[in-house]
């Protein structure tokens, strides 16, 4: 416990004299992100400092081991760590998928020598990735993707297409599902390999949304030449490192990564806006019910985060398929919320353009919910994997 | 840590085989088809004293366990699993509670040992009204001579056919509606005046209406201050409503997991009813919201141990999700069950009845819902 608290006191003194105070301003929205990479263009100096000094001790990473530019913490460590940047609402140093999804793959399925090359420009924020796995006809059905990666010798041709592919218009490489044995069945002929956007042959186009925005793309591959030193784990067994890293973002979109379920809940900020009666009830009675039944649900879905990740801890194990349960009951949620808020803010909640509502902040985040029961694996997906693999009910 | 310590993972277990052996399902069907006036057997009771749960929430001078409300929640999620008929609640809970909190060196003395030793039973007797609302106490305590008389009738007391005595709540200022005013008294249900009439009840357990017809008390019947009882109240159905929510979570999870075993045996139109997908969203969002309500009640037994005054939000929380997740699980039992659901002759319409009892005591998942978001300022 002694060597904790003294952890948690370094810790303490080392933030307060190295978090620029304008990283402890709530970010306001995605323009205030850090996402790096070789064209980022820093949103301030401040922005570029945080970066950079948190890399420099390895805490963009903290769990990750030091020789791949992690800070070899310990959970109890990051725990700190993490309480400590809230304790003055530091924000984020960076947010990357490499962080989230290709990192925690490459540490289980990668070389030591991907290891090596990957993972320090992935902790410095020095290489933006993106994630090639759903494509147009396969949807939920993933393990049916076509796109192929033909054996070229000393190389593969990949060649193919893939859809909603979030920032790769910004992404610098590509972590990437092909297939590579089209006799196989189809969990068993998919390969993970990684290349870079700007090799001949890559190409993408930017999806527009209902929201009015996207990050999504569609992504395009004619006959890209990628050396055979980029295929992660085994050829032809690609899928074990998809699962592995669908549970990563079930987990992470489920738990309120991308700030889901993040900030103030629908009933205070209504309380805020519209006011409440003598008793200290929201005066409109039906809103309120609805609002104090999320409020339940959300407060118990937050614990029951907390509860995975330390019961996680305790076992020395991930969360597994237990992720679905949060990805199915998170995003769920945040739809509800998002509807309790544009009902809260009536005609407000239909301004589209203009300053005063931030560009219709509100209504375009409600339709960007929409996606969040689809994305990562519908709902029905999740349900089934709750069914098929936690309760082991039959398969028709 | 959300998780259980070594010591409760040992609880856990040793609560798990000796309810599951001593009081299964079937000994709640022997009760009601005995109709045994008690509502619940005693040598079960005294079996569970020597086991030492009867003071678990007893501090080790007075002769208790001092185990937590961790340790008391999770035998009480045991015990939601097999129905099991006991006071439990009221007096090794909520009773024990109030006087180790609250008593003075005299009340101690007199009840801790009796509550550990599983000698007394102490039922709470609050509601006056078909609707939980403790401030709405209206039954009178007037000065009289150096104690109280005691006027009134309080509705649905658990426990109450069979207690020994009462802790009452009473108005001894103000009028009803106002926070200010209650006190509570521990009542012996010998006294002259004191009444009840057993009420039989949907879960077959028993309670009673509880009539004080001018009950002469003394001065040190009182528990803890005059006119500023709701403090130490919320505190005592703070402990009642973790206990109810963790067997409330015990009683979902069971009729659940009855519910999926007969989803992998019934065969319809020549298949496994459970490979049927609308039968398996069903089902996989029941385990998520089983999940979720099972987070919200550790989260108020974590709570009250560590500050039992600050626990009411966490409690409030655990008490509407559970009782709104286990109302689900018995409506989707049932269902699921089909025809046979709805016969006696199988369980699960007892797991309905007693989700419905446990859901309605000390507040509904609406009272609470209504708490919370009070709380959080809405």
Partial sequence: MEALDQFRRDTRAWLEA??????????????????????????????????????????TVPAWPREYGGGGLSHEEVTILKQEMAAIKARSPLESFGIWMLGPALLAFGSHEQKLEYLPPIARGEIRWCQGYSEPNAGSDLASLQTRADDGGDHFVVTGSKIWTSYADKADMIFCLVRTDFSAAKHLGISFILFDM??????????????????????????????????????????????????????????????????????QLAAQEIGVGDDGRLADPFLRVDMARAEVDALAFALTMTRYKDEAASGGRGVGDKSSVLKYYGTELNKRRYELMMRAAGTQGLEWEGARTNDGELPRGWLRTKANSIEGGTSEVMLDIVAKRLLQLPSA | MLVHDEDQRLLADAAKGFIQEKAPVAALRKLRDEKVADGFDRDLWRQ??????????????????????????????????????????????????????????????????????????????????????????????????????????????????????????????????????????????????????????????????????????????????????????????GAGRAGLAAELSGNAQESFGRTVDYLKERKQFGRTIGAFQALQHRAAHLFSEIEIAKSAV?????????????????????????????????????????????????????????????????????????????ARGF
């Fill in chain 1, 198 to 267: 700007t090799w001949p042959g890559v190409s993408t186009k930017p999806i527009m949304l209902i929201s009015g925005k996207s990050p999504f793309c569609e992504t395009f591959f004619d006959g890209v030449k990628v050396p055979k030193a980029n295929l992660v784990g085994t050829l032809n067994r690609g899928w074990d490192i998809a699962k592995y890293l669908l549970t990563h973002e079930r987990e992470m979109i489920g738990g309120g990564g991308g700030g889901l379920l993040g900030g103030r809940s629908p009933g």
């Fill in chain 2, 298 to 374: 550790l989260g108020a037994l974590q709570a009250l141990d560590a500050d039992p005054a600050g626990a009411a939000l966490a409690v409030s929380l655990a008490k509407s999700k559970a009782a709104s997740v286990a109302r689900l699980a018995a409506q989707e039992a049932i269902q699921m069950h089909g025809g046979i659901g709805m016969t006696d002759a199988i369980d699960i319409g007892l797991f309905a009845k007693r989700m419905q009892v446990a859901s309605e005591l000390y507040g509904d998942a609406d009272f609470h819902a209504d708490r919370v978001a009070l």
């Fill in chain 2, 48 to 237: 569970m004293a020597e086991m030492g749960w009867t003071g678990i929430l007893v501090p080790e001078e007075a002769g208790g366990l001092g185990f937590g409300f961790v340790g008391a929640g999770i035998i009480c999620e045991e015990m939601g699993r097999t129905l099991t008929a006991s006071p439990f609640l009221s007096t090794a809970m909520m009773a024990a509670t109030a006087v180790s909190r609250a008593g003075s060196p005299a009340q101690k003395e007199r009840w801790l040992p009796a509550i550990a030793a599983g000698e007394t039973i102490i039922a709470t007797a609050i509601d006056e009204g078909r609707k939980h609302a403790p401030e709405k106490t209206a039954l009178k305590a007037e000065v009289s001579g150096n104690g109280f008389r005691l006027s009134g009738a309080k509705t649905y007391v658990a426990d109450g056919q069979v207690a020994d005595a009462f802790l009452v709540a009473a108005r001894t200022a103000g009028s009803a509606g106002e926070t200010k005013g209650i006190s509570l008294f521990l009542v012996d249900s010998k006294l002259a005046g004191v009444s009840s009439e057993r009420v039989v009840t949907l879960d077959s357990r028993g309670a009673a209406h509880v009539s004080f017809d001018n009950v002469q008390i003394t001065g040190a019947d009182v528990l803890g201050e005059i006119d500023d009882g709701l403090g130490l109240l919320e505190i005592v159905l």
């Fill in chain 1, 18 to 59: 190295n978090c620029p105070a304008e990283m402890r301003v709530p970010v306001r929205g995605d323009d205030d992100i850090c996402w790096g990479g070789r064209n980022w263009v820093f949103k301030s100096e401040a922005q570029r400092v945080w970066l950079e000094r948190m890399a420099a001790r390895g805490w």
